[in-house]
């Protein structure tokens, strides 16, 4: 029988089938019962996520009469009365969708909500964040849409639902621009959920899951706009005004006293704004601006001086998730002024949500967030009327309109402020209809309750494969990239509800503001009955337009297969209807519920579908599709488990099939041709039994999930606890997740392979063991050489290093085979040395994903003796490393070193041959190219004159022609040659592109003080105090990212000249250069993280 290796204990014990998944970031998320508990395989003893369900009020669909209570349709509701909470499913997002680009956790509960989570990567905690209610926004378009029914009801509501007001024939008449302009718009019906309009119902980023709602939050909110008009006057003298000045890229506006004229310059004086106290400065003023040209480009269009304008700023209500008619007055692009260091700052405003409005100040790179007090509309000039316009927006609750406006404090005070708000004439629009909170909810027939009932009921969510636009048409939101993913969610009417999420186009390390935006994209009537299962891949048959399959089952025990396309998914928009054919319904309707589903497209056979159904009477099916000719063969049906099939998992490529059941068994398959034989779990484990604290009393199984390498299986069993200690053990262990090592399963029973290896020299295992080790080890290494697939290769890793300390003939055995096939092309076994060496000799020709892969292995495996730190920062001095190491290391070490110099020398000609393509074009503005922004040129020349002698002589040339560039690449990117120390201020010198010393403070008595600093991984400048992106593995820091081409790149440009006018775009996510690994903010030790190696 098979042993685990590792186990993970449980305080509450899983319900459901599939409670238990894996994600791409090495991350374990299992259902048990109202917690969801994430775990690092890595650390299975460390700390952990963990998401509490809380208790839910059910939605105000309405109410039904007594005597309905008994109807036929209302007799589950009737019956059900465990109103605890709990998990029904779970479901991982494929990474980039969260805000630090990791993944997405979907959650439906046993009350039909679904709700999305992210990682608290800046919140110091376990718990983790909810982003987005899926629930919330169906029920939102389901009222709107009236549930579907012919006949609407007037609607009524009870104290706990939000007043609404109602608004008939508003007719907004045009005004001029001094006048007060209202306007109370409700969101309108078709607004589209990923414009800025939208984002208050759909891209809510909350804080803090649990926080108290504000007063406003169960009231009826409407924004409106008011207009302030401030004549440009005679100045006089002491009159508070505004200056505007150039702080770099900058526009600001500093306030001031006039002090005294001299002819047409004016004295103000201003708040210290230099070292030097400047406070005086002469400005020019000037009222003559109607005869400025309107061609003329926008610093010309009004006045650097203006009166002082202290209104605008906008209301903290106004981000408020209910708040109406703010999709009319925000909008993205936007200009607006932020106050900050006590004086306005032009920029754009980019989005918003509940946390704040995310803002683009000009000229600074990245965006910031900001309150909605500190921002307010940027001011207008009209030049015809010379006055100031400012946009005020104010809000109103419950119809008690806040006041329209100011009023002096007395006649006098009017009478000598010339900047005053208009007021708005009385509109003859019919007035508001408030609907009383003492009324009840709408008097609905049981059909009708129960037909909404289903609708909002949730029963399972799973995310689809990620799926992207390459055309020049944008299908995105404006703040989103053209990659996306999409949940389904299926619940108890028979219909799937399709949202679809993009990637963000920007990610962050050091706050949780970036928007995620959910759009309803369409629903699909897929069966009469309960949907209770869901499964996708990705069908790639044709790649400029690939297809995806959605496997659904019932419980009525149908299964049907639907083909959807890519470029019509996302371009869809049409709720009542989600572009999906339907390809086959492989099993028709029987007594028998569909429990699990599992479906996989064989990267080998790119035209079929092997899809696993598993069933409520303990048997499942296995079926064959090829797409191409739409035939569907049954493989067969098996009743291999006693009880429900709660867990079904492919692995090896559709090779392998793993089940397991209720009645606690898990069976391993291995498809030959058109038949499927059960053979054993594999027996032997690699490495120490670390778990043998554990009881093993288990009685269930609830679900199964593969390692993204296939070499291990994960297990979600539950504890009998009654044959548990009830004093210590039932109180804290009520399941388990248990993982087993299958790197050594068997998958071709035929084959008769012959070792290339002394098997005496490996007691403990089989000959055959060895080799099926052997060939799964190198099959997983070979899909990682994939740039698309996510390098997580902790189970790779940690299989090599179990068998390194007994065998470590064995795995360098491995490792020369899988040199010697994935990067020479050759099958025969040189030496080790000499694999290396012409391994190196040939990184020119090698993709950049296998060298990261290369550098992985290098790192982990073979030098894991040593610290990272240590590796890096002897690059430059490698005899001093390994004088007490062995000798064979030291080639290791140099395969490695000359591996990551390989991929700096890529980096650098990216930077390079992307300023000079800027230069030749003649642009001033990366923005504006939408490329990739280079920083660190200064750093990199230094670089490359210190390594002169071991880089290429295509990148001393580029380094040449930058040099040339002298003055004018301070005025074409962001050019420092000067560093210095963010804790002393002292000069930096460049010695070492990995870590720099500052040149320190120098005491009376001889003694200095000097801090090391980390460099950039990316721009080799040095790193910032404020949080850094950090790789786990190679344990470097970075500021700045890599462009996305630079890890899809096949191998060193022939000539980086041609890249000139295709340099790398703007959107990249943060992946490590020198290791391909997603990198992540740094975590204290008491908090959970993944561990991706």
């Given at each position: 029988?098979?042993?685990?290796?590792?186990?993970?204990?449980?305080?509450?014990?899983?319900?459901?089938?599939?409670?238990?998944?894996?994600?791409?970031?090495?991350?374990?998320?299992?259902a048990s019962g109202h917690l969801v508990t994430i775990l690092n395989p890595a650390l299975p003893y460390g700390p952990r996520g963990l998401i509490t369900i809380p208790d839910s009020k059910p939605f105000p669909i309405g109410v039904i009469e007594?005597?309905?209570?008994?109807?036929?349709?209302?007799?589950?509701?009737?019956?059900?009365?465990?109103?605890r909470p709990c998990v029904r499913s779970i479901s991982w997002s494929h990474p980039g969708l969260a805000p630090n680009a990791g993944c997405l956790l979907a959650v439906c509960t046993v009350d039909g909500r679904v709700k999305l989570y992210r990682?608290?990567?800046?919140?110091?905690?376990?718990?983790?964040?909810?982003?987005?209610?899926?629930?919330?926004?169906?029920?939102?378009?389901?009222?709107?849409?009236?549930?579907?029914?012919?006949?609407?009801?007037?609607?009524?509501?009870?104290?706990?639902?939000?007043?609404?007001?109602?608004?008939?024939?508003?007719?907004?008449?045009?005004?001029?621009?001094?006048?007060?302009?209202?306007?109370?718009?409700?969101?309108?019906?078709?607004?589209?959920?990923?414009?800025?309009?939208?984002?208050?119902?759909?891209?809510?980023?909350?804080?803090?899951?649990?926080?108290?709602?504000?007063?406003?939050?169960?009231?009826?909110?409407?924004?409106?706009?008011?207009?302030?008009?401030?004549?440009?006057?005679?100045?006089?003298?002491?009159?508070?005004?505004?200056?505007?000045?150039?702080?770099?890229?900058?526009?600001?506006?500093?306030?001031?006293?006039?002090?005294?004229?001299?002819?047409?310059?004016?004295?103000?004086?201003?708040?210290?704004?230099?070292?030097?106290?400047?406070?005086?400065?002469?400005?020019?003023?000037?009222?003559?601006?109607?005869?400025?040209?309107?061609?003329?480009?926008?610093?010309?269009?009004?006045?650097?001086?203006?009166?002082?304008?202290?209104?605008?700023?906008?209301?903290?209500?106004?981000?408020?998730?209910?708040?109406?008619?703010?999709?009319?007055?925000?909008?993205?692009?936007?200009?607006?002024?932020?106050?900050?260091?006590?004086?306005?700052?032009?920029?754009?405003?980019?989005?918003?949500?509940?946390?704040?409005?995310?803002?683009?100040?000009?000229?600074?790179?990245?965006?910031?967030?900001?309150?909605?007090?500190?921002?307010?509309?940027?001011?207008?000039?009209?030049?015809?009327?010379?006055?100031?316009?400012?946009?005020?927006?104010?809000?109103?609750?419950?119809?008690?309109?806040?006041?329209?406006?100011?009023?002096?404090?007395?006649?006098?005070?009017?009478?000598?402020?010339?900047?005053?708000?208009?007021?708005?004439?009385?509109?003859?629009?019919?007035?508001?209809?408030?609907?009383?909170?003492?009324?009840?909810?709408?008097?609905?027939?049981?059909?009708?309750?129960?037909?909404?009932?289903?609708?909002?009921?949730?029963?399972?969510?799973?995310?689809?494969?990620?799926?992207?636009?390459?055309?020049?048409?944008?299908?995105?939101?404006?703040?989103?990239?053209?990659?996306?993913?999409?949940?389904?969610?299926?619940?108890?009417?028979?219909?799937?509800?399709?949202?679809?999420?993009?990637?963000?186009?920007?990610?962050?390390?050091?706050?949780?503001?970036?928007?995620?935006?959910?759009?309803?994209?369409?629903?699909?009537?897929?069966?009469?009955?309960?949907?209770?299962?869901?499964?996708?891949?990705?069908?790639?048959?044709?790649?400029?337009?690939?297809?995806?399959?959605?496997?659904?089952?019932?419980?009525?025990?149908?299964?049907?297969?639907?083909?959807?396309?890519?470029?019509?998914?996302?371009?869809?928009?049409?709720?009542?209807?989600?572009?999906?054919?339907?390809?086959?319904?492989?099993?028709?309707v029987d007594s028998v519920p569909v429990s699990v589903l599992s479906v996989i497209v064989p990267e080998r056979s790119l035209h079929k579908m092997h899809l696993a159904v598993g069933k409520g009477s303990g048997s499942f099916e296995v079926w064959?599709?090829?797409?191409?000719?739409?035939?569907?063969?049954?493989?067969?049906?098996?009743?291999?488990?006693?009880?429900?099939?709660?867990?079904?998992?492919?692995?090896?490529?559709?090779?392998?099939?793993?089940?397991?059941?209720?009645?606690?068994?898990?069976?391993?398959?291995?498809?030959?041709?058109?038949?499927?034989?059960?053979?054993?779990?594999?027996?032997?484990?690699?490495?120490?039994?670390?778990?043998?604290?554990?009881?093993?009393?288990?009685?269930?199984?609830?679900?199964?999930?593969?390692?993204?390498?296939?070499?291990?299986?994960?297990?979600?069993?539950?504890?009998?606890?009654?044959?548990?200690?009830?004093?210590?053990?039932?109180?804290?262990?009520?399941?388990?997740?248990?993982?087993?090592?299958?790197?050594?399963?068997?998958?071709?029973?035929?084959?008769?392979?012959?070792?290339?290896?002394?098997?005496?020299?490996?007691?403990?295992?089989?000959?055959?063991?060895?080799?099926?080790?052997?060939?799964?080890?190198?099959?997983?290494?070979?899909?990682?050489?994939?740039?698309?697939?996510?390098?997580?290769?902790?189970?790779?890793?940690?299989?090599?290093?179990?068998?390194?300390?007994?065998?470590?003939?064995?795995?360098?055995?491995?490792?020369?085979?899988?040199?010697?096939?994935?990067?020479?092309?050759?099958?025969?076994?040189?030496?080790?040395?000499?694999?290396?060496?012409?391994?190196?000799?040939?990184?020119?020709?090698?993709?950049?994903?296998?060298?990261?892969?290369?550098?992985?292995?290098?790192?982990?495996?073979?030098?894991?003796?040593?610290?990272?730190?240590?590796?890096?920062?002897?690059?430059?001095?490698?005899?001093?490393?390994?004088?007490?190491?062995?000798?064979?290391?030291?080639?290791?070490?140099?395969?490695?070193?000359?591996?990551?110099?390989?991929?700096?020398?890529?980096?650098?000609?990216?930077?390079?041959?992307?300023?000079?393509?800027?230069?030749?074009?003649?642009?001033?503005?990366?923005?504006?190219?939408?490329?990739?922004?280079?920083?660190?040129?200064?750093?990199?020349?230094?670089?490359?004159?210190?390594?002169?002698?071991?880089?290429?002589?295509?990148?001393?040339?580029?380094?040449?022609?930058?040099?040339?560039?002298?003055?004018?690449?301070?005025?074409?990117?962001?050019?420092?040659?000067?560093?210095?120390?963010?804790?002393?201020?002292?000069?930096?010198?460049?010695?070492?592109?990995?870590?720099?010393?500052?040149?320190?403070?120098?005491?009376?008595?001889?003694?200095?003080?000097?801090?090391?600093?980390?460099?950039?991984?990316?721009?080799?400048?040095?790193?910032?105090?404020?949080?850094?992106?950090?790789?786990?593995?190679?344990?470097?820091?970075?500021?700045?990212?890599?462009?996305?081409?630079?890890?899809?790149?096949?191998?060193?440009?022939?000539?980086?000249?041609?890249?000139?006018?295709?340099?790398?775009?703007?959107?990249?996510?943060?992946?490590?250069?020198?290791?391909?690994?997603?990198?992540?903010?740094?975590?204290?030790?008491?908090?959970?993280?993944?561990?991706?190696?």
């Amino acid at each position: 029988m098979a042993s685990r290796f590792q186990a993970c204990p449980l305080v509450a014990s899983p319900l459901y089938p599939d409670a238990v998944a894996w994600s791409d970031e090495n991350l374990i998320a299992v259902a048990s019962g109202h917690l969801v508990t994430i775990l690092n395989p890595a650390l299975p003893y460390g700390p952990r996520g963990l998401i509490t369900i809380p208790d839910s009020k059910p939605f105000p669909i309405g109410v039904i009469e007594r005597k309905d209570l008994l109807s036929g349709c209302l007799l589950p509701t009737c019956l059900s009365r465990d109103r605890r909470p709990c998990v029904r499913s779970i479901s991982w997002s494929h990474p980039g969708l969260a805000p630090n680009a990791g993944c997405l956790l979907a959650v439906c509960t046993v009350d039909g909500r679904v709700k999305l989570y992210r990682q608290p990567f800046c919140e110091f905690r376990a718990e983790w964040v909810e982003v987005i209610d899926i629930s919330d926004m169906l029920y939102d378009y389901l009222a709107k849409i009236s549930f579907g029914e012919v006949d609407s009801i007037s609607s009524e509501f009870s104290d706990g639902q939000a007043t609404q007001l109602c608004i008939e024939n508003v007719c907004a008449d045009d005004l001029p621009n001094s006048v007060v302009k209202k306007g109370r718009k409700r969101r309108k019906d078709n607004e589209d959920p990923g414009t800025l309009g939208g984002q208050l119902s759909y891209a809510v980023n909350s804080e803090d899951a649990n926080a108290v709602s504000s007063p406003f939050t169960e009231r009826s909110i409407t924004a409106f706009t008011e207009v302030a008009v401030f004549p440009c006057l005679t100045f006089k003298e002491g009159s508070p005004i505004e200056v505007l000045n150039l702080d770099g890229s900058q526009r600001v506006w500093v306030s001031g006293i006039l002090e005294r004229f001299d002819g047409a310059k004016a004295l103000v004086q201003l708040p210290e704004t230099d070292k030097n106290g400047k406070q005086n400065e002469w400005v020019e003023i000037n009222t003559e601006y109607d005869k400025i040209n309107e061609s003329t480009d926008r610093e010309n269009h009004f006045p650097k001086v203006r009166p002082s304008m202290n209104v605008g700023n906008l209301p903290k209500e106004i981000l408020l998730a209910n708040c109406h008619g703010v999709g009319e007055i925000l909008s993205s692009g936007q200009v607006v002024e932020a106050w900050t260091n006590d004086r306005w700052v032009e920029g754009l405003l980019m989005s918003f949500d509940e946390g704040g409005l995310l803002v683009k100040l000009h000229g600074d790179i990245g965006c910031v967030t900001l309150d909605a007090i500190s921002v307010r509309l940027a001011p207008l000039w009209m030049s015809e009327q010379k006055l100031w316009q400012v946009t005020i927006v104010k809000i109103e609750t419950e119809g008690q309109e806040l006041p329209k406006v100011v009023e002096a404090k007395s006649t006098k005070e009017k009478e000598n402020n010339p900047h005053q708000i208009v007021s708005v004439p009385k509109s003859k629009a019919k007035p508001l209809k408030v609907i009383p909170e003492s009324c009840t909810l709408p008097l609905i027939s049981a059909n009708q309750y129960a037909s909404r009932s289903a609708m909002l009921s949730s029963l399972v969510a799973a995310w689809s494969p990620m799926l992207s636009s390459s055309g020049n048409e944008p299908i995105a939101p404006s703040n989103s990239s053209n990659c996306c993913s999409l949940l389904a969610v299926g619940g108890k009417c028979g219909r799937i509800s399709f949202w679809r999420i993009h990637e963000p186009l920007c990610y962050s390390v050091d706050h949780s503001r970036v928007p995620i935006a959910a759009m309803l994209v369409g629903f699909l009537k897929a069966h009469n009955k309960w949907i209770t299962a869901i499964s996708w891949s990705l069908l790639l048959v044709d790649a400029s337009n690939p297809q995806v399959l959605l496997v659904t089952g019932s419980s009525d025990g149908s299964v049907k297969v639907w083909l959807g396309y890519s470029k019509e998914l996302m371009k869809s928009s049409e709720a009542n209807h989600a572009p999906f054919s339907l390809l086959k319904e492989v099993i028709t309707v029987d007594s028998v519920p569909v429990s699990v589903l599992s479906v996989i497209v064989p990267e080998r056979s790119l035209h079929k579908m092997h899809l696993a159904v598993g069933k409520g009477s303990g048997s499942f099916e296995v079926w064959i599709c090829d797409i191409s000719t739409r035939k569907f063969d049954k493989v067969g049906s098996y009743d291999a488990h006693d009880h429900v099939v709660t867990g079904l998992a492919w692995a090896f490529d559709g090779c392998c099939l793993y089940s397991c059941s209720q009645d606690n068994s898990v069976r391993s398959w291995i498809l030959c041709g058109s038949s499927l034989c059960e053979v054993p779990l594999p027996s032997n484990t690699p490495g120490v039994n670390s778990s043998a604290d554990l009881p093993n009393v288990f009685d269930s199984c609830f679900g199964v999930s593969v390692s993204s390498g296939n070499l291990v299986l994960a297990v979600a069993r539950s504890f009998d606890v009654g044959l548990l200690n009830q004093m210590y053990q039932a109180r804290t262990q009520k399941a388990a997740v248990e993982f087993f090592w299958i790197g050594g399963q068997e998958l071709d029973i035929s084959s008769s392979r012959i070792p290339e290896f002394n098997i005496e020299a490996f007691p403990g295992f089989s000959e055959k063991e060895l080799l099926n080790w052997e060939s799964n080890i190198l099959w997983s290494l070979k899909q990682y050489e994939h740039p698309d697939k996510p390098l997580v290769v902790w189970d790779i890793t940690a299989a090599l290093l179990a068998f390194k300390q007994s065998a470590p003939k064995y795995v360098e055995g491995i490792l020369i085979k899988w040199l010697s096939i994935s990067y020479v092309g050759s099958h025969l076994s040189p030496s080790t040395e000499e694999m290396l060496l012409h391994t190196s000799r040939i990184f020119q020709k090698i993709t950049s994903r296998q060298l990261h892969l290369l550098n992985i292995i290098c790192r982990r495996v073979v030098l894991s003796v040593l610290k990272a730190d240590k590796i890096n920062t002897k690059q430059q001095n490698l005899g001093e490393l390994y004088d007490a190491e062995e000798e064979q290391m030291t080639s290791w070490m140099e395969l490695l070193l000359s591996s990551e110099r390989e991929l700096r020398e890529r980096l650098v000609g990216f930077s390079f041959s992307a300023i000079l393509s800027l230069v030749f074009q003649s642009a001033t503005d990366f923005s504006r190219l939408g490329c990739w922004h280079p920083v660190g040129l200064a750093q990199m020349e230094r670089w490359v004159a210190l390594d002169h002698d071991h880089l290429q002589d295509q990148l001393k040339l580029l380094a040449s022609e930058v040099g040339n560039l002298d003055s004018r690449l301070l005025s074409i990117c962001d050019y420092v040659g000067a560093e210095q120390c963010s804790y002393c201020s002292a000069s930096v010198p460049f010695e070492s592109p990995e870590v720099a010393f500052c040149q320190g403070v120098k005491y009376s008595d001889g003694v200095g003080q000097s801090h090391r600093l980390a460099r950039c991984a990316v721009s080799m400048r040095v790193c910032p105090t404020t949080p850094l992106w950090f790789c786990v593995c190679c344990q470097r820091w970075a500021s700045k990212l890599a462009p996305q081409t630079f890890f899809k790149m096949p191998r060193y440009p022939l000539d980086f000249k041609s890249t000139r006018f295709s340099t790398p775009e703007v959107f990249s996510k943060p992946l490590c250069p020198f290791c391909g690994i997603l990198q992540q903010r740094s975590q204290p030790d008491f908090l959970l993280s993944p561990s991706p190696v």
